[in-house]
């Protein structure tokens, strides 16, 4: 009963772990194109770009809504502080995802494309910011007193390390979202992708960069953590893997190789994952609530486990088909229909 | 002032406008789902292109639909978190769980498969797409179950019990199927199909008096007419039920729905008010017409009342829910607006069986088509109307007899709230705007005729698994394109 008090949450974790990076590279993307399609004044490019979305953003943006039910039902102490006391980034990131998800509906109809064409851009920009936010501040820590609650201010979440997060995570959704351009355009239109893709490789990179020296050194508690075993293994494995797949990423942007950018990309993705969630765990508020403090009890555990576990393959399943229902090029602005 | 500093009645203000802004879209896509369903499969059965026009059609205002409630459902999603954490934290082992469970097994259904709904015609085998509209109405139709269980739920906890300020969990299957949740779910699924039967009606209407497809459109007119038939008695009688429940679990929201001020004891007829002004201040309704003795038929199909209906003076202030006159109105509005469209099938069904619906003659039927076209926004104020009396009149308490409403919400500076309320309130007013706006042009562009129609394979010839996706791109100018 005792392992399984301790093992229910960690299982939960990881599942939360998966819905959290299927979110970010998959909505990623999405969002990515979106930010790139504000650096164009060619309103056929920004039309293209949409195309490419048009019929998976609404599944890619679904897996944000999954997690923030399953953290409510697991975490449901973590769902109400962390979203209480993030209320301002949350609320950006919402009016960002609403202006990205009605641009593709009133654009299709609307005479005035370009105005559509901009609200998907600024929605996607505002709404990794919100994310960008969000995210920065729950690894620097909330301020929560012993039983959880919030205790901060309302403007906690922003100083300049939230901010470094923040423009990292919009780079390297600009990353992901340009390599996946370069899988889904070609011509002239996937010679720009691969140059955005150099940039923003760069950019990534260094944020990565900044933001790997900076953990350890401004906060305390990650430092006494992660230069003692066994996570000092681990944190000296991941940069080093780190920089070896963006030196591969470059190298296959140099060879204008079409579809190996985009699976190095998501590798990096993977492994910066990785990296946080070992940093991270066992807390689910960075050192202030553990998994097993904030988890819901034992019963709820396993009775979500039985609902939506099970269906994990199963909506991989059908969301791979669509992707291979769709897979090739974007030339025309619809999906030749 | 008082208001604006409240972050309570602001949190709750921003509940209410965010969920009825929602509610007006996923109502018409949840039941305009069964209707692509039964229009492709009559296209695949019989091979009558019209069916297929017919589904490319509406699937344009439902895509429109659906893209705005699935902007508006994110708000849902945080809202609980954002601005009711106490209530989260209290209720997360079940509720958190069930709207885990909708995401997981009705939005992503809905949204997986509706890529190839709306873009896999010629990309996939007909078979593969119409199981795709298929999972859509599935995916649809389940969310609306998963939210019915999750607020039936608080309106009749069920399964466990509150220890130390947390709902424990003893039974999940329990808690699921609460007191209310079958007869919610129901009258829920009948409200969508309901709304989406008289919108799709309505519109059909309106072209047939402008004389534009007048064939085409009978023919959405006629089905629509079949599915009420069975719909509008039976959401009037499922209604009657909830009343019914309500009566039973929630005494003080049936005095609200009735401005009951006194109670009628037991054995004993009671007059039925049929309209009223009620006024909180003086605890009774100031001007009021009443059905003597109708209480008793209302409630049980007789005269004497079995069980006392008790009055709103029973319970201390604190204890009963205020907007009396809010509720009791919804309520009447949402009841008369049921009764309204069973009457509409009704004289619709008699002109049928008159023989007036045939296409020579359906376009003379001025003003029974003019009462489907302003049948059609009816269904959204009942649905709208009957929330209120569900939520408002289950107030003070967001878990009935549980957590009161004022110790669900988070401890947030005012300000905030204000400003995200005063943002939804601008944002939601242009997309409402502009939504009626696109979807005006949508009906005024109307049904592609010219559109091709893809080739029904056999049986036995699946061209999907074999055919190479090479990708052909669409040479034609953007506004010919579907």
Redo the contacts between chains.
Sequence with gaps: MEALVHFLPQVWFVILALFLFLYVMLDGFDLGVGILSLTSSDEERRSILMTSLGNIWDANETWLVIMGGALFGAFPLAYATILSALYIPIFIMIFGLIFRAVAFEFREHSNNKAFWNFAFGAGSFIAALGQGFALGSVIEGIKVDASGHFIGSTWDWLDWRSMLVALTLIQGYVLIGSTYLILKTEGELQKTHFKTSKIAAITTFIGAIVITIATPIVYEAARTRLFSAPLVYIFAVIPVLGVLLIWALLRSLNREEENTPFIWTILIFLITFVGLGLIVFPYIIPNQITIYQAAAAPSALVFMLTFIGVLIPIMLFYNIYNYVVFRGKVVGSAYGD | MDLLSNTVALSRMQFALTAIFHMLWPVLTTGMSIYLVIVEGLWLKTRNPDYYRHARFWSKLF??N???G??????M??Q????W??F??????????????????A???E??????M???????HPAIHYLATIMVAFGANLSTFWILVANSWLQTPAGGEMVQGKF??SD?FQAIANPFMVKSVSHMFFATLETSLFVIGGISAWYILNNRHQEFFAKSLKIVLVATIAVTPLQIYIGHLSAEQVAQYQPTKLAAMEAKWETSPAGQPADWSLLAIPDEATQSNKWEITIPNGLGYVLEFKKNLTTPVLGLKEWPYSDRPHMVGLIYYSFRVMSGIGFFLAGLMLWSVLQWLLGNLSNAKIADQKWLLRTWIFAAPLGYIAVESGWIVRCVGRQPWTMYGQIRTADAA????AS?VLT?LT?FAV?YSI?LV?TLY?GS??IGHGPNMEISIPEVYGTDKLAIATEP???????RP?ET??
């Excluded at chain 2, 699935?70 to 708000?75: M, N």
């Excluded at chain 2, 609980?80 to 601005?83: H, M, Q």
């Design positions: 895509v429109l659906f893209g705005i699935v902007a508006s459902g994110l708000p999603e945080f609980f978190g954002t601005n954490a106490p989260s934290e209290a209720v997360g082992d079940f509720f958190g769980s069930i709207l885990g469970f909708e995401g997981a097994m939005f992503m259904l949204a997986g498969f509706l890529g190839i709306l873009f896999g015609w010629g990309r996939v424990i969990v999940y988070s401890h947030i500076p905030n995200s943002l944002v997309l502009a696109f042009k949508i996706a090479i990708f052909v791109p669409d040479q953007i394109q579907q």
